[in-house]
């Protein structure tokens, strides 16, 4: 025999079932319930091991209107007519929540009915109502009875348990967790939420029903872990440069983020805490004021060695300077020049060349003699 882990009823309850067909693959299966017989949806075989945890994990839910995992009697693979039927069903269950509310105005009841589900044969007709305290409801399902003509059974449900059957959209955008995939409800409490350090505001960290969002309790043990190694949310470190706050932590990086006296959020990682407070009391620096002070040291350090690189030079200079000329007293008279005496020569004029001078006279060419010719 297989053991297969069903979902069945509006509330959607989990049952455990027995299935000797070895041909079974999946599809809906007709069951036999301590409500009666309806329609289920075998989600996958389980190994021991999982029943066990699957046990185990029940006991951690809220207490409900019916027990969160229950062992159901395997009938029958589900046929056309059974689906017909189950369909069926659903949709006379529209018209009967308004009749129901109808009645219900003439009883005049604190009482809010939320939905009513028929079984598979039809031989019961549940309602389920939410209210603050206990009502005497027996004249409104003797009105119920007459009005449907079968057994009447009326079940009150919590605030949680409402959500989970009406379904709706949370925050996020996607179909609440327990409309879909949720199996029960674990107990949430504020402390949870500080751990998170989530914004306190109702609207914010509250769900459809009205309660602390589901998603809380998720990322619950991870957060207990990592504060263990932490002080408790919104710590201070009281120092002489100031409060170092404690703000909020990372879960992705592991980082906690602490709030500097300077107003400046800055993250440390979760293992350097330790070292971080200890520097922070011995009034050190950290993450980037460290290494601005590293930076604002060091450019410290450089100008200190060229202010006295200059005064080795003007040392220098001194010592191997040649010895200047004194300059004359600018007060001091100085001594009178004698005046230069000027001499004068007489100009000497160019001769003229004389009128009377003879002429030049141009070469002759010269004759050739008679003889030679």
């Known amino acids: 025999m297989t053991t297969y882990l069903t979902i069945f009823g509006k509330p959607r309850y989990i049952g455990l079932v027995g299935i000797n067909d070895e041909k079974f693959t999946s599809g809906w299966i007709v069951l036999k319930t301590v409500r009666g017989y309806e329609m289920g949806l075998p989600g996958g075989n389980l190994t021991d091991e999982q029943q066990e945890r699957f046990k185990f994990?029940?006991?951690?839910?809220?207490?409900?209107?019916?027990?969160?995992?229950?062992?159901?009697?395997?009938?029958?693979?589900?046929?056309?007519e059974d689906l017909e039927?189950?369909?069926?069903?659903?949709?006379?269950?529209?018209?009967?929540?308004?009749?129901?509310?109808?009645?219900?105005?003439?009883?005049?009841?604190?009482?809010?009915?939320?939905?009513?589900?028929?079984?598979?044969?039809?031989?019961?007709?549940?309602?389920?109502?939410?209210?603050?305290?206990?009502?005497?409801?027996?004249?409104?399902?003797?009105?119920?009875?007459?009005?449907?003509?079968?057994?009447?059974?009326?079940?009150?449900?919590?605030?949680?348990?409402?959500?989970?059957?009406?379904r709706g959209i949370a925050s996020c955008g996607r179909p609440c967790c327990?409309?879909?995939?949720?199996?029960?409800?674990?107990?949430?409490?504020?402390?949870?939420?500080?751990?998170?350090?989530?914004?306190?505001?109702?609207?914010?960290?509250?769900?459809?029903?009205?309660?602390?969002?589901?998603?809380?309790?998720?990322?619950?043990?991870?957060?207990?872990?990592?504060?263990?190694?932490?002080?408790?949310?919104?710590?201070?470190?009281?120092?002489?440069?100031?409060?170092?706050?404690?703000?909020?932590?990372?879960?992705?990086?592991?980082?906690?983020?602490?709030?500097?006296?300077?107003?400046?959020?800055?993250?440390?990682?979760?293992?350097?805490f330790p070292d971080f407070k200890e520097a922070v009391l011995k009034g050190e620096e950290w993450g980037i004021d460290k290494e601005q002070a590293e930076k604002k040291k060091k450019a410290q350090e450089r100008i200190a060695a060229l202010k006295e690189r200059a005064e080795r030079r003007k040392l220098n200079v001194k010592v191997n300077a040649r010895p200047m000329r004194p300059k004359p007293d600018k007060k001091t008279e100085k001594p009178e020049k004698p005046e230069a005496v000027k001499t004068t020569k007489p100009k000497q004029k160019q001769a003229k060349p004389a009128n009377n001078a003879p002429k030049r006279r141009r070469p002759r060419k010269p004759s050739t003699p008679k003889n030679e010719e």
């Not at 994990?57 to 056309?80: C, G, K, M, Y």
């Open 57 to 80: 994990e029940n006991l951690t839910f809220e207490e409900s209107t019916e027990s969160v995992l229950q062992n159901v009697e395997f009938i029958r693979e589900a046929d056309a």
């Open 85 to 166: 039927n189950y369909y069926e069903c659903r949709h006379e269950e529209e018209d009967a929540l308004l009749r129901a509310r109808d009645i219900l105005l003439d009883h005049d009841l604190s009482m809010k009915l939320v939905d009513v589900e028929y079984m598979l044969d039809r031989r019961k007709l549940f309602f389920y109502f939410t209210a603050d305290q206990r009502i005497d409801f027996r004249a409104y399902v003797r009105d119920l009875a007459h009005e449907f003509r079968t057994r009447i059974e009326m079940r009150q449900i919590g605030i949680r348990d409402e959500a989970r059957i009406v």
């Open 178 to 272: 327990c409309s879909y995939w949720l199996r029960g409800f674990a107990p949430i409490s504020i402390k949870i939420v500080k751990e998170q350090r989530s914004a306190l505001n109702p609207t914010k960290i509250s769900g459809l029903c009205g309660r602390l969002m589901c998603c809380m309790s998720y990322e619950k043990e991870l957060y207990s872990e990592l504060w263990a190694k932490l002080p408790g949310p919104g710590a201070k470190i009281r120092t002489e440069q100031g409060v170092y706050v404690l703000e909020s932590l990372d879960l992705g990086r592991e980082h906690v983020n602490i709030r500097f006296p300077t107003g400046r959020l800055v993250a440390v990682n979760i293992s350097e």
